[in-house]
């Protein structure tokens, strides 16, 4: 790997862009220089511009920055005074305003104090590269190319690059693998033409979204809630989208495609002019960064969510659309229906989908670049050819036809087949040449579904499977909705336990999906409290306690291969592992208090065990405790693995991946690493303070309570929680036992959820996603 | 019995806890950097110093290990300078004073160094670790918060917040007088930290406003009256007098600042501990013969805007006198050092403005009150 040869980055232009971006190269741990100009007043800071951009940073939500610690990597400067730093910087980012010449100038400008073989490369997403080089020495020619970031750069996986042929192909796969391994980026190579893939797909979508709801007389809720969900598209759908980046983009965006794509280009041919919009930009309805765009909160009496009517151009009350189940379920019967909202769904999506088969090879040389652009630039969850596959392309190429519309010679070279198939154990693609060969994996990229396409599981039941990933090592893969933990999990797990210790060497907990877990299932244990089973509930809550616990001490290495959320119960999973590989986007958290409960599986004495042996922490019997009542008490949620360390969710070498495609290797190599003298953790004892910590806790709680920020059930939340952490009536000066422990969270756990509030706020949190404040 | 006088003050600057200049200073150097700034700027005999006496509220950690004898080790007196660390609470320096005069009284030596120090940003309040009793905590309420006190007594003297908030501007305000016109700068000794030299006060606000006060979200009951801007704030500081008799001043030469007429101490109701300088005041008054009328200067130490309004109606101290250079409110309140500071300050008030009696008082947490009464010299 040649990763290492970039040890610092250079970002010149510190906008929205330019900064996150150096803020995402913050988050590997490398050191960056953010240059912009000098401020337009004299007498200010000289470096002004740039500082301001680090302040804004620390002030966005969502976080630019994994941890703010990470700002102090980013050092701001100017481009008059330390333009000859650019010399210590081993790849520049370019991320200035969107003119040929003020960035052509600035190159010239790099060119004469960067070192030979350093990387330019530009953010541009309007300007072609052939432009951007045209007329510049052959030596910068050679380290050239753009490398197209999506916003925001810390949460969009794609990164888009494109090179000319004149670019060095070396330095191309050095930035690329950086990209990848330290920036967590998914490199899609893309053509030099106009919106490269992502942006030229998705402003045909769009356009076409808007034009087709207005022409079919669609509320803009009716256009969201079909373009959404049936087609595993975000929510936004095409209204809420616009709204997000911001309407006044689209003239922007539209006027440049109009200036570079052929003339014969769909895309163009949609372009009218909208009275709406222009109407709606002028008047500072913008979107969501403005007074609000399709949708607005209406705060003038009370808060009411607002949407515009396409043809009156009026706010009115937003009606929530539905799309019947059976026709949001399957995309293929929605476009099928005669109905408005199906013909929409064809008039949009038939319409994309033709133009994204007709775009390659000339965007991108196979269809997997382009369904990975779309997948990671626009968050769909199936791509262009994922989505034809789908539909059928047969049929998608057979109602173009019916419409008299042109059929793309991709879409007939695949005829009856489809464009992905498994074959050989392997997924395999449509190339352009008519040959179907395998999609193509990074070494180091394993993904759980690449294996089960090639094997039967170990273990299988409704909720969870484990799986033979091969090198000695199992998988166990949760499959539940949410990944939300249930009995049939827990039983799998004591099961696994046995197989892997019979036929493996280690165990990895991970599944390719969005979340680790959301944690306990809540609807069952509701279900149970409502018939009053509370044999049954505390049955579950000491099954998981030794499940867990078996996890803990088998006589193996457990490795958790945690992304996205590991909350409650899944974050108990998490803690009983010996090692974590998280994904650089973990959100962990014990947020049972929430929901009106105290950790059950363990969690207290795990995170315990981790306050008492941390470093800096002062001595006694209270410091412990505190951290984790604190921690735990108001349901803390990390918004990174960096901050899951510093909440001690994770241990300090844990390890952090960036690429969530590596995450999965990452967690076997490091349970590989542990295999030799393994050696399973000894129960910890702890020296608890007992009542008078619990009183002290009482007190805080009550603090809070009066400053209304505590409601009254979570006094008794927090009083059933400090509890369980004092050690219950424990003295000081004896010994409590993880056993003892886990018995006070069983006592503090069935005590809480015999009480009404705590039904209460489960069957809230189960309806609604949100916590009941009661 | 010998005349005492205080023939010294010094501090450091004051500054917020966590976020301030002083926050990553160990509490026992930023104490041993005012300890030989008095020493030096009083020229005091080293080998003459019997104790070294400091207060201190919350002494565990870096302030910790009776912090005193490792603050005199860390100022280079000399060995022979014994190091005792005392506590009550806020009035924990100010007991320091009482314990310096009542020795003397005793023949127990001639010159001592009274000091204080808080160190709110690597201490926590109540320490690292609260252990309360829970029958005692049944029984009374000895545990109960700082600011509940404070809304106690504001609605048991009915101050409204408006009121208090007055009262903090003008703290500010006076703060803010002081230091711009460089009447707080002879009491600094500026403290060497890793990020450079802190020699001003960090927690004064002139740019507070009454409109910018009445803004602010209730503090500590969500519908109380006292805020963040009615309140003093967590604060990083020490401070330090010289305390000796008056004939061991004349003879060595020493600037006499004032001279100390009388001491108390006296307890009150915990969940009203605001209330506490009222029968200390009393008590020290009396005890030396002097009517709150007849005080030109009084120190009277703004824990919080509400105990200050009530404790100054009660005890019956003239606007004009009351915290000529601004209160804890502006200035900030490291617990073991503010009874060090105000008692220097009165006595510095004395020497400065003139005027014969002054006093300085303060309430202390758990329900106590404790008053130095002072005279010209």
């Known amino acids: 790997m040649t990763t290492s040869a970039i040890n610092r980055v250079c970002v010149i232009g510190a906008g929205v862009m330019g900064a996150a971006i150096a803020a995402q190269v913050a988050n590997a741990g490398v050191r960056v220089l953010l240059l912009d100009i000098l401020p337009k007043d004299e007498g200010s800071d000289r470096s002004g511009v740039a500082k301001a951009a680090i302040a804004r940073l620390l002030k966005t939500d969502p976080a630019p920055f994994m941890s703010p610690a990470n ?114 980026k998914t490199v899609v190579r893309a053509k030099d033409t106009p919106g490269f893939i992502a942006n030229r797909i998705g402003t045909f979508w769009l356009q076409h979204g808007v034009n087709a709801a207005i022409d079919l007389g669609l509320t803009v809720e009716e256009a969201d809630a079909v373009m959404g969900r049936p087609f595993g598209i975000p929510k936004t759908g095409v209204f809420g989208l616009l709204d997000l980046v911001g309407l006044d983009l689209m003239p922007h965006i539209n006027a440049s495609m109009k200036a570079s794509l052929p003339a014969d280009d769909a895309f163009l041919a949609s372009l009218r002019e909208s009275p709406l919009l222009s109407r709606m930009i002028a008047e500072g309805y913008t979107g969501r960064k403005g007074k609000g765009g399709f949708y607005r909160i209406n705060r003038t009496a009370g808060k009411v969510k607002e949407s515009i009517g396409l043809v009156t151009g009026d706010y009115a009350a937003s009606s929530m ?58 968050n769909w969850k199936q791509g262009p050819f994922e989505l034809l596959d789908a539909l059928g392309p047969k049929a998608v190429a057979a109602r173009l036809e019916q419409d008299g519309r042109p059929v793309p010679a991709l879409l007939k070279q695949v005829g009856d087949g489809t464009f992905y198939k498994v074959a050989d154990g392997e997924t395999q693609f449509l190339g352009t040449d008519g040959h179907y060969r395998a999609v193509p994996r990074e070494p180091g990229v394993l993904l759980l579904v690449d294996i089960k396409r090639t094997r039967e599981p170990e273990l299988r039941n409704g909720s969870a499977a484990l799986w033979d990933i091969g090198n000695g090592v199992a998988c166990f893969e949760f499959s539940s909705k949410m990944n939300s933990i249930d009995e049939p999990i827990l039983k799998l797990l004591e099961k696994s336990v046995e197989v892997v210790k019979q036929r493996y060497k280690a165990l990895v907990i991970y599944s390719d999906a969005t979340n680790f877990s959301a944690g306990a299932n809540l609807g069952l244990a509701l279900f149970a ?69 105290v950790p059950g599986w363990g969690g207290c004495g795990e995170m315990l065990q981790r306050w008492r042996d941390a470093p800096g922490v002062p001595h006694g019997p209270m410091p412990a405790p505190s951290k984790v009542f604190e921690t735990v008490s108001v349901a803390t949620v990390s918004k990174s693995a960096a901050e899951a360390k510093s909440l001690r969710f994770l241990r300090e070498d844990d390890g952090v991946t960036m690429n969530r495609d590596r995450l999965l290797f990452d967690a076997r190599a490091r349970a590989l690493s542990l295999v ?64 003892d422990l886990l018995a006070l969270e069983r006592k503090s756990f069935m005590r809480l959820i015999r009480t009404g509030p705590t039904l209460d706020r489960i069957q809230h949190t189960l309806e609604t996603g949100k916590p009941l404040r009661n | 019995m010998q005349n005492i006088v205080v023939a010294g003050f010094t501090r450091s600057p004051f500054h917020f806890a966590s976020k301030g200049a002083l926050a990553r200073v160990r509490p026992d150097d930023l104490a041993a950097q005012v300890v030989r700034g008095l020493v030096e700027r009083t020229g005091v005999k080293q080998d003459d110093i019997e104790d ?122 006076k703060a803010a007088d002081a230091r711009s016109s460089g009447r707080l700068k002879d009491e600094i000794v500026p403290i060497r930290t890793k990020a450079g030299v802190v020699d001003t006060d960090g927690c004064l606000r002139p740019e507070s406003t009454a409109e910018g006060l009445a803004a602010l979200k209730p503090a500590f009951q969500a519908t109380g009256t006292v805020t963040a801007g009615t309140a003093s704030p967590l604060t990083d500081g020490a401070s330090a007098v010289l305390v000796c008799t008056e004939e061991y001043a004349r003879r060595n030469g020493l600037r006499m600042m004032a001279r100390l007429r009388s001491v108390a101490v006296s307890g009150c109701a915990p969940e009203v501990m605001g209330l506490g300088p ?100």
């Open chain 2, 52 to 173: 070294l006496i400091v207060g201190c509220a919350f002494p565990e950690g870096e302030q910790g290990m009776n912090v005193a004898r490792l603050i005199g080790l860390l100022a280079d007196l000399p060995q022979s300078v014994g190091g005792v660390t005392v506590n009550r609470f806020c009035g924990s320096s100010m007991q320091s004073v009482h314990m310096a005069a009542g020795a003397i009284a005793l023949g127990a030596g001639e010159v001592f160094i009274c000091a204080g120090v808080e160190s709110m940003s690597r201490v926590p309040m109540q320490g690292f670790n609260p252990l309360p009793n829970p029958e005692l905590a049944a029984k009374a309420p000895a545990y109960i918060g700082m600011g509940d006190t404070a809304e106690n007594v504001a609605s048991r003297y009915e101050i409204s917040r408006e009121r208090q908030e007055t009262f903090a501007l003008a703290s500010q305000r």
């Open chain 1, 321 to 378: 659309a539905t799309v019947p189940s059976e026709l949001s379920r399957s995309p293929k019967a929605l476009i099928a229906s005669s109905e408005k909202l199906g013909g929409y769904a064809w008039t949009v999506m038939g319409a994309t989908l033709a133009y994204a088969a007709g775009l390659v090879p000339a965007i991108a040389d196979d269809i997997v670049a382009v369904d990975a652009a779309m997948r990671l630039g626009f």
């Open chain 1, 71 to 184: 700002a102090r990597l980013v050092e701001a400067g100017n481009i008059d005074d330390d333009f000859g730093r650019v010399a210590e910087c081993d790849w520049v980012i370019e991320a200035i305003v969107e003119r040929l010449d003020a960035k052509q100038a600035l190159y010239r400008r790099l060119d004469a104090v960067r070192r030979p073989g350093t990387a330019i490369s530009s953010n541009t997403s309007t300007i072609p590269l052939a432009q951007l080089i045209e007329g510049l020495p052959a030596s910068l020619q050679r380290d050239f190319m753009i490398t197209h970031f999506f916003n925001p750069p810390r949460y969009m996986r794609l990164l888009e690059i494109v090179t000319s042929p004149e670019t060095d192909a070396s330095l191309v796969d050095r930035i690329a693998q950086f990209s990848d391994h330290r920036l967590g």
């Open chain 1, 676 to 739: 030799d003298g393994y050696v399973p953790p000894k129960p910890p004892e702890f020296r608890l303070p007992g009542a008078g910590g619990r009183l002290a806790m009482s007190l805080a709680a009550n603090g809070y309570h009066r400053q209304g920020i505590a409601t009254s059930h979570d006094l008794v939340v927090a009083d059933a929680l400090s509890e369980v952490l004092t050690g219950g009536d424990a003295d000081y000066f004896d010994a409590v036992s993880e056993r």
């Open chain 2, 278 to 377: 009222i029968l200390a005041s009393r008590k020290a008054l009396e005890r030396g013969g002097v009517k709150a009328s007849e005080l030109d200067v009084v120190e009277l130490n703004e824990a919080f805007a509400s105990q200050a309004i009530a404790c100054a109606g009660e005890i019956g101290v003239r606007d004009e006198a009351l915290n000529i250079d601004g209160g804890a409110i502006a200035i900030g309140h490291p617990l073991g050092a503010t009874g060090a500071r105000i008692v220097g300050k009165a006595a510095q008030l004395l020497a400065r403005d003139g005027g014969r009696y002054a006093l300085a008082t303060q309430c202390i947490g758990g329900g106590q009150g404790i008053a130095t009464l002072l005279e010209r010299v």
């Open chain 1, 529 to 597: 409290c409502n018939i009053a089973a509370w044999g049954e509930i505390e049955k579950l809550v000491s099954g998981g306690q030794r499940t867990l616990k078996a996890l803990k001490y088998a006589p193996f290495p457990v490795v958790a291969g945690v992304a996205g959320l590991a909350l409650g119960g899944g974050c108990e999973v998490v803690l009983h592992a010996d090692a974590v590989q998280a994904h650089a986007e973990s959100y962990i958290g014990l947020v049972e208090c929430g929901v009106g409960l």
